[in-house]
C-alpha cells in the first residue's frame, strides 16, 4: 500500500541565513521535517530541537562488553582450560592480558557504533531514501516541511513565511511513501 505525502522544500543559500530561518520559523510554530546542508553547520542541531545523541553510551556498552568477552576468554583459556607454566608467570597474568582485552575493546565498540548508527538511522540493505533536492550535496541548504504536521497554516502562508525568512526559493514535492 503507497501513499502520497506532500512536503514543502525551502532551499538556503546560506548557512547563516539557514540557521536564522530555523529559529525564525520555529517561533512562529512551523514544524520542519528534517534540514540538509552540503557540510555540518555548527548549531543547526540545537535550533531544529534535536536531543543529544545517545551513541556514546552505546559505544560505552559494546566496549565494556568487549573487555568482558577478552578477560573471559583468557582467564577461562590460559587459568582453567589449557594452563602454562611460561617462564615461571602465574597462570592468571593480567598485565599480559591488556593487548588482548584493549583490541577487542576497540573492537566490539567500533563494529556496535557502526551498527547501531545503521540500524537508529534506517540505513541497512535495501533501504531507500528520499531525495528532497540533490542540490543539498553540492550547495544548496534544504529545509523540509510535512504538510500535514503543519496543517495550521495554509500551503501559501507556510510558503510566504519560508520566503521571509530568506529561502531564494520554495518547491512542493509530492513523494510516494510505501508501507
Same mark, same amino acid.
Given at each position: 500500500?503507497?501513499?502520497?505525502?506532500?512536503?514543502?522544500?525551502?532551499?538556503?543559500? %546560506?548557512?547563516? *541565513?539557514?540557521?536564522?530561518?530555523?529559529?525564525?520559523?520555529?517561533?512562529?510554530?512551523?514544524?520542519? *521535517?528534517?534540514?540538509?546542508?552540503? $557540510?555540518?553547520?555548527?548549531?543547526?542541531? #540545537?535550533?531544529?530541537? &534535536?536531543?543529544?545523541?545517545?551513541?556514546?553510551? @552505546?559505544?560505552?556498552?559494546?566496549?565494556?562488553?568487549?573487555?568482558?568477552?577478552?578477560?573471559?576468554?583468557?582467564? @577461562?583459556?590460559?587459568?582453567? %582450560?589449557?594452563?602454562?607454566?611460561?617462564?615461571?608467570? #602465574?597462570?592468571? @597474568?593480567?598485565?599480559?592480558?591488556? #593487548? *588482548?582485552?584493549?583490541?577487542?575493546?576497540?573492537? $566490539?565498540?567500533?563494529?556496535?557504533? *557502526?551498527?547501531?548508527?545503521?540500524?537508529?538511522?534506517?540505513?541497512? #540493505?535495501?533501504?531507500?531514501?528520499?531525495? $528532497?533536492?540533490?542540490?543539498?550535496?553540492?550547495?544548496?541548504?534544504?529545509?523540509? $516541511?510535512?504538510?500535514?504536521?503543519?496543517?495550521?497554516?495554509?500551503?501559501?502562508?507556510?510558503?510566504?513565511?519560508?520566503?521571509?525568512?530568506?529561502?531564494?526559493? !520554495?518547491? &512542493?514535492?509530492?513523494? !510516494?511513501?510505501?508501507?
Amino acid at each position: 500500500m503507497s501513499e502520497v505525502k506532500s512536503y514543502l522544500v525551502g532551499v538556503f543559500d %546560506d548557512d547563516d *541565513v539557514l540557521l536564522g530561518a530555523i529559529k525564525t520559523l520555529r517561533e512562529k510554530g512551523a514544524k520542519i *521535517v528534517e534540514a540538509f546542508t552540503p $557540510f555540518p553547520v555548527h548549531g543547526i542541531d #540545537p535550533a531544529l530541537g &534535536i536531543k543529544r545523541s545517545r551513541l556514546p553510551q @552505546a559505544a560505552f556498552i559494546f566496549g565494556a562488553t568487549g573487555t568482558t568477552c577478552a578477560l573471559t576468554l583468557q582467564i @577461562a583459556t590460559l587459568g582453567f %582450560d589449557w594452563p602454562m607454566n611460561i617462564g615461571g608467570k #602465574p597462570n592468571l @597474568a593480567f598485565p599480559a592480558f591488556i #593487548p *588482548v582485552s584493549f583490541e577487542l575493546t576497540v573492537l $566490539f565498540a567500533a563494529l556496535g557504533m *557502526v551498527g547501531t548508527f545503521l540500524l537508529a538511522s534506517g540505513l541497512g #540493505p535495501g533501504s531507500q531514501k528520499t531525495v $528532497f533536492d540533490p542540490r543539498s550535496s553540492d550547495d544548496k541548504f534544504i529545509l523540509v $516541511f510535512d504538510l500535514e504536521k503543519n496543517s495550521q497554516f495554509s500551503t501559501e502562508e507556510l510558503t510566504k513565511m519560508i520566503k521571509d525568512s530568506g529561502a531564494s526559493e !520554495v518547491n &512542493i514535492k509530492d513523494i !510516494v511513501e510505501k508501507h
